[in-house]
């Protein structure tokens, strides 16, 4: 074969193996493969019958200095942070039990409708052990909001407010040691991919606040799979 | 075209105009046929009268175009039928030195502008109806809330209450005000073919009147930030009792 | 004002308009930047987006007063000034005029210099900051636009009065023909820019 | 003349600084200026202020050393020389003028400010393949990751940034692949000059997009330009500093073209050769000057609309902010007046350039030579009047969708005429098959679609159905690849001979010729099915109603990319190797043919005088 056409398939082979290189370069850079599975937790007694149970544990940190972003935070210590990942994976066809742990303050939410509870069974969470369906507007530390694509499969929606820790009992450093716990229960339809974020603007300095950590993949959104056990 | 050999006597005699002109009726056909099939396929079945206007309209603008296109096509193609010459020399001069044809020109431009001037009227009077429809007086009222990268409704004629889902009554106008709390989305219910943008510090309107039962996609449809693509809900056209209870179970008034 | 490579021997005049056409077009884009600017200007002020063009008081800042546009139209008296410096010592150019040439460019000179400090003096001394709304970024938007333009203006008229000193004008002076045009489009812009400033 | 060049030769011990700059200096100025104004400002500027709005720190810091690098770059490269001499009043002699055009200066002069048309010719064409490079990898690497349904190899964020770049780069891309090169290298000698009108112009705007360069890239690791092309506001706002590297680029770029603009406008009008009265200029030349002249005013409104950005982002005034009193439609506004126009400044040389080779490979005079020119006119004219039809759905003022859809629509009449011409070119021609002569069909074929999608998206109440979906980004490849690009890739084979002095290599353009063809009208015919079946523009995930829409178009998108491949080896192969090409290898009647291969510096030895028009083909009826 001459050089002309060996050097045609070279040229071929060479830039697609740039763009393979390029490509997982890319994709390695970004991603954070790290995807935290729920833990089985018996049976559960719901509306649609005695459903498998799952539980997720979570916690949401002023900043990203807990550790989940590698040595002293990463490269934006002080982002507001999900923890310990972003990435969640749950069964299909069961009951989940989240639990949120949130350490951060807050205040007044711009858009009301996530001070309210939506989507769980009974539409309601239970906040340091009280049963509510919403909180104040004003007293909102986060969201945990879970949304998906509109395609042929059924879509889960859920939104639940996490009740801000104030300002003064904020200690001087490090991290509260009376976070808001929330609890939430949903049922998880059929397969599918989901993303969740938080819907409290907590990227400050940016603009609508929803940059920075709101922007960022890893800290205040990820993905959340639900997956045929 | 053929009017490029007027010098000649009866130039529609001469064999190419004979066979490009056939080969124009049968392309224009064929274009027509199957860019309207290629067209309305993927786009399914209208779920209001608007969609049904776009589909149409389209159809209408295929058919259209289609004999310019089939004329080019087949002047295109009579051009590659003879024989071609390859090589690296030229082949002989082409027998012929016209370099303009004031007729065919002038027949061109004229045709041109009617079929313009069709399409723009044609797309004049759609669009006289469809805002029409903003003007309906019976029209249910939602505000629509676009924020990255969720969307919420709120239903002020039926006793203010928020819903995270879409419900709509069928064969009922439904007026939407659109805006957004941080950058621009636009909200797109695909199959009944109404798109706006939810703009931050404006309100943007659209109105449409669903004419089918069944679950649709709302879509955003202008790049909003990391989550753009998740950022789509399910549309619910369900009869007028079935949209009763549901408001009725949010806690709504009829 | 770049001139010919190979010349071989062409006409000063066949040079000189071919520079006159290029920087002609080059001002053509430099209008279209000030007329969106002007654009910008009023189309946010039209739209008056919340009341926030001229944002009223609040408990952390004053409302915002619109500047006093008098100091843009003495900056559009001055760059007329200039103009007419630069014609005259044009005139002195083609009446063969050194000492009339040297006068000419040397005082366009001057005030160019005048015009960019004089321009930086009055954006000192509004009393609101570019986050006070939009007429503030408008403001700043517009005398910003002119600041960068006086600049230019310094450069050309210190350059083309070095030149003319040199005497580098005694026979071929399509340069002074040239600036003459800049000078033009200066009076212009600043006429423009007052005029917005002065409908806040 | 021979003793004063030996005078300067390299070897001289004291050259003058002039001749010591080259794109070595101009990288380390550039680098050292960016370094030195990065750790001044981020030691200078103050903090941001507890609880302000906006933190406009880190723009301020990446701003000021961008331009720190571009400040430092150009002068480096040499930029500041002629402008100084002038202050100095000491203006550049014949031979330094001579140094600077390159001559007895060999490869070298590749790489520095050389202000012959031909070296800048070939160092366009050189970046603008590279561009295409890198913005064919981002096309690659967006068309893997949507080839399964919710995505997932790249994450949310870095898709984002891979469309933003892809976009702005490939669109400087096809900005320049047309004028850039063949606008530079061949225009001034197919009009009978012996240099543009302002050699050193010249050399600025090439240098001036290598400068722009850096930013563009440099975004990628500054978090990326997560906004689309378009980089709409408020959303750029929000962005993280990779939007400032668009930012600077697009400013750098904008003074480019605008100093491009003005320097091929002024060579056509002012020194075209003796006889050559406008009826007997090139079509081609129509097309270039109609394209560059078109930027200059669209351009300086796109520069604007990215100061502002730049404001809003690192001083915080509130132009997009409508809390501030800002608006988003302005900046849409401002964008889609220089948008719209800049697609025709894409457009017409492309298709002006194979209108050039048509009577050539047809052998044939042109059609119509009258409507050829007037259709490119008229493109010009309506093209600054449509820029709305962008915006039906924005809201910004839905009375004015009515009379944009008739301007908007009225373009259909002039792009019809160019249709006319060339089909009336094929038009009972001896067809010589090569393939600039194939890429003339193509672009029928891939203007055709492009254009009758472009009415459906005319129209209103299509486009409440079409916009911001793939049917968009299908239609806009159709005229912008599927047109612009195949006439870019014929103008390249047909001046190649001209341009290197070799002939390109014909198996193998032919094999990228069809690959590439094949591969787009199926790619794209996909994501013409998924757009109309409503999947939405630029999203990293997907419905999986439009999986198999989408596999399709990524699998053909492979088969383009062999085919570029194919062509970037054709390229590079018949540089280094292909057979000598003749004087005049295409039997064409233009000037730029009449010179020797290589032209030698100054093209004419004695200026020629034309006689008659160009396009003299064909035997006389008897």
């Known amino acids: 074969m001459n050089k002309r056409i060996l050097g045609a398939f070279l040229t071929v082979a060479l830039g697609a193996g740039t763009i393979v290189g390029i490509g997982s370069y890319v994709a390695a850079a970004k991603n954070d493969s790290r995807v935290l599975a729920a833990t089985p937790d018996g049976t559960l007694q719901t509306p649609q019958g005695n459903l498998p149970h799952y539980t997720l544990d979570m916690s949401v940190y002023p900043d990203s200095m807990f550790g989940g972003h590698g040595k002293d935070g990463g490269p934006h210590p002080d982002y507001v942070s999900y923890g310990p990942v972003t990435n969640f994976s749950v069964p299909a066809h069961s009951a989940v039990t989240i639990t949120v742990h949130q350490y951060d303050s807050g205040e007044s939410i711009t858009n009301p409708f996530f001070a309210k509870v939506h989507g769980t069974m009974d539409g309601t969470m239970t906040v340091n052990g009280v049963k509510m369906s919403e909180v104040s507007p004003k007293t909102v530390g986060h969201t945990f909001t879970l949304h998906g694509l509109a395609n042929g499969k059924d879509q889960l929606f859920v939104s639940v407010p996490l009740l801000y820790v104030p300002e003064e009992e904020q200690p001087e450093s490090g991290y509260t040691k009376t976070p808001s716990v929330t609890t939430f229960t949903f049922i998880t339809g059929g397969e599918g991919e989901y993303v969740w974020n938080c819907e409290f603007p907590c990227g400050d300095g940016t603009y609508a606040r929803f940059g920075a950590a709101m922007s960022t993949m890893g800290y205040m959104s990820g993905h959340f799979n639900v997956v045929n056990a | 075209m053929s009017d490029l050999q007027t010098k000649k006597p009866q130039w529609w005699k001469s064999k190419d105009v004979k066979i490009t002109a056939a080969l124009w009726v049968v392309l224009s056909v064929l274009i027509g046929v199957i860019s309207g099939i290629v067209n309305s396929r993927p786009m399914g079945q209208p779920a209001s009268e608007t969609m049904a206007n776009t589909i149409h309209i389209m159809k209408l603008f295929t058919w259209v175009s289609a004999p310019v296109a089939g004329l080019v096509a087949a002047i295109a193609i009579k051009a590659l039928m003879q024989k071609m010459h390859f090589g690296d020399n030229p082949p002989a001069e082409a027998d012929h030195q016209i370099s303009d044809s004031p007729k065919a020109t002038a027949l061109w431009l004229i045709v041109s502008a009617l079929l313009c001037l069709f399409a723009l009227v044609f797309g004049m009077v759609v669009l006289q109806r469809d805002n029409n429809t903003l003007l309906d007086v019976h029209a249910t009222d939602v505000n629509v809330t676009g924020q990255q990268w969720a969307w919420n409704f709120d239903y002020i004629d039926n006793g203010k209450f928020q819903s995270e889902d879409l419900y709509l009554p069928v064969n009922k106008p439904v007026h939407f005000h659109v805006t957004s709390l941080d950058v621009v989305h636009s909200f797109w219910i695909v199959q009944m073919g109404i798109k706006v943008d939810a703009n931050p510090g404006y309100i943007t309107e659209t109105a449409v009147t669903p004419t089918k039962i069944g679950v649709y996609d709302l879509r955003c449809a202008e790049l909003c930030g990391l989550l753009h693509a998740y950022m789509q809900k399910k549309v619910h056209v369900v009869s007028q009792q079935d949209y009763n209870n549901w408001v009725t179970s949010h806690g709504g008034t009829i | ?200 | 003349m021979t003793t004063v060049m030996n005078h300067k030769s390299p070897t001289a011990s004291h050259r003058p600084i002039m001749e010591r700059l080259n794109v070595v200096t101009a990288l380390v100025l550039g680098i050292a200026l960016a370094v030195i104004s990065y750790y001044l400002a981020s030691k200078f500027l103050p903090e941001n202020t507890e609880g302000s709005v906006m933190k406009t720190r880190h723009d301020q810091i990446i701003l000021i050393a961008m331009f720190g690098w571009f400040i430092g770059f150009m002068t480096g490269i040499g930029a500041l020389v002629a402008p100084v001499r002038w202050l100095m009043g000491k203006d550049l002699s014949h031979d330094e003028n001579m140094y600077l055009a390159g001559k007895n200066a060999g490869t070298a002069r590749y790489f520095r400010y050389t202000t012959d048309h031909k070296v800048v010719g070939i160092q366009y064409l050189v970046i603008t393949m590279v561009i295409f490079g890198v913005g064919g990898i981002l096309a690659m690497l967006i068309r893997t990751n949507l080839g399964h349904a919710e995505g997932g190899w790249l994450h949310p964020q870095a898709y984002n940034a891979v469309v933003g770049i892809h976009g702005i780069i490939m669109i400087v891309g096809t900005i320049i692949m047309v004028t850039g090169p063949f606008g530079n290298f061949i225009m001034p000698i197919m009009i009978g000059a012996r240099d543009m009108a302002f050699p050193r112009l010249n050399a600025l705007s090439f240098w001036l997009i290598v400068a722009a360069l850096a930013p563009i890239l440099s975004a990628f690791f500054l978090g990326g330009i997560t906004t689309g092309w378009s980089a709409y506001n408020p959303l750029a706002t929000q962005s993280p500093g990779g939007m400032d590297g668009y930012i600077m680029f697009i400013c750098i770029f904008a003074i480019s073209t605008m100093v491009a603009g003005a320097n091929i406008t002024t060579t056509v009008v002012r020194m075209r050769a003796k006889g050559m009265t406008w009826t007997r200029t090139p079509i081609f030349i129509y097309g270039t000057v109609a394209s560059v002249a078109l930027a200059l005013p669209a351009f300086p409104v796109f520069f604007l609309s990215q100061v502002m950005s730049a404001m809003d982002r690192a001083a915080g005034t509130t132009f997009y902010d409508t809390r501030g009193g800002g608006s988003g439609w302005l900046y849409e506004n401002l964008f889609w007046l220089m948008g719209h126009p800049e697609v025709y400044v894409i457009l017409i040389p492309a298709v002006a350039a194979l209108m050039e080779m048509a009577p050539v490979f047809t052998r044939r005079p042109l059609f119509s030579f009258k409507i050829a020119v007037m259709g490119i006119a008229g493109i010009c004219g309506l093209s600054i009047l449509v820029w709305a039809h962008h915006m039906y759905m924005t809201g910004w003022a839905p009375l004015l969708n009515a009379p944009f859809m008739l301007t908007t629509e009225l373009i259909s009449i002039p792009t019809g005429m160019l249709f006319l011409v060339l089909v009336g070119t094929v038009w009972r021609g001896r067809l010589w098959m090569t393939v600039p002569t194939a890429s003339i069909f193509a672009l029928l074929l891939n203007f055709m679609i492009g254009g009758i999608t472009g009415i459906y998206l005319s129209d209103v109440p299509a486009d409440a159905a079409l916009h911001g979906s793939m049917f968009v980004t299908a239609h806009f490849h159709y005229t912008l690849m599927g047109a612009g690009l195949t006439g870019a890739i014929a103008a390249l084979i047909f001046w190649f001979p001209k341009m290197t002095g070799r002939m390109i290599d014909k198996q193998l353009s032919w094999i990228s010729f069809w690959l590439v063809q094949i591969g787009f009208n199926v790619a794209f015919m996909g994501m013409f099915m998924v757009g109309l079946a409503g999947q939405p523009r630029r999203v990293e995930a997907y419905a999986e109603l439009f999986t198999r829409g989408n596999q399709i178009t990524t699998g053909a998108a492979f088969v383009i990319m062999t085919g570029m491949l194919v062509l970037l080896w054709a390229v590079i192969y018949s540089w280094r190797n292909g057979q000598k090409a003749p004087m005049n290898p295409w039997q064409s009647k233009t000037l730029e043919w009449s010179v020797p291969n290589p032209v030698p510096l100054e093209n004419f030895e004695t200026l020629p005088t034309v006689t008659s028009d160009p396009y003299g083909y064909g035997k006389a009826q008897s």
Not at chain 3, 44 to 65: I, S
Not at chain 3, 109 to 122: D, G, K, N, P, T
Not at chain 3, 145 to 171: A, C, K, P
């Open chain 3, 1 to 200: 004002m770049s001139t010919e490579v190979n010349t071989h021997h062409e006409h000063p005049d066949v040079v000189g308009s071919r520079n006159k056409l290029g920087v002609v077009l080059i001002l053509v884009a430099d209008i279209a930047f000030a007329l969106s600017v002007l654009f910008v200007y009023f189309y946010l002020k039209q739209q008056d987006v919340g009341g926030m063009w001229l944002p009223r008081a609040t408990e952390g800042q004053a409302a915002t007063v619109p500047a006093n546009a008098i100091g843009a139209w003495y900056l559009t008296l001055l760059a007329g000034l200039g103009l007419m410096t630069n014609t005259y010592a044009l005139r002195g150019a083609r009446s063969k005029n050194q000492t009339q040439i040297n006068l000419g460019l040397g005082s366009a000179a001057a005030i160019s210099v005048v015009l960019f400090v004089y321009q930086i003096i009055q954006m000192r001394q509004v009393e609101f900051t570019v986050t006070w709304g939009a007429y503030a970024s408008c403001y700043f938007l517009i005398t910003g636009l002119s600041v960068l333009h006086f600049f230019i203006t310094v450069f050309i008229g210190i350059g083309n009065w070095n030149r003319g000193r040199m005497g580098l004008y005694s026979d071929d002076f399509w340069h002074i023909d040239i600036v003459n045009v800049w000078w033009i489009w200066m009076v212009v812009s600043s006429l423009l820019g007052a005029f917005a400033l002065s409908n806040s």
